[in-house]
């Protein structure tokens, strides 16, 4: 099997969930989004109080 079979298995795979899961699916992604935006929203934060010196 070459990489674009195993791609589509994946995806015939997940298109096989609930609406429940895709939900989560989405939900989780989402979730790790903020988590990105709120740590670099931190680290700018920081970096612009420590400016301020």
């Known amino acids: 099997m070459d990489v674009v079979q195993v791609q589509h298995c994946k995806k ?3 298109s096989r969930r609930g609406f429940s899961g895709k939900c989560a699916a989405l939900v989780k992604e ?3 989004r903020i988590y990105i935006l709120r ?3 931190t680290m700018l934060l ?3 109080i420590q400016g301020d010196d």
Request: aromatic share 16%; glycine share 0%; charged share 35%.
């Open 46 to 48: 920081c970096w612009y």
């Open 12 to 14: 015939t795979k997940r």
């Open 39 to 41: 740590r670099c929203a």
């Open 30 to 32: 989402q979730r790790a």
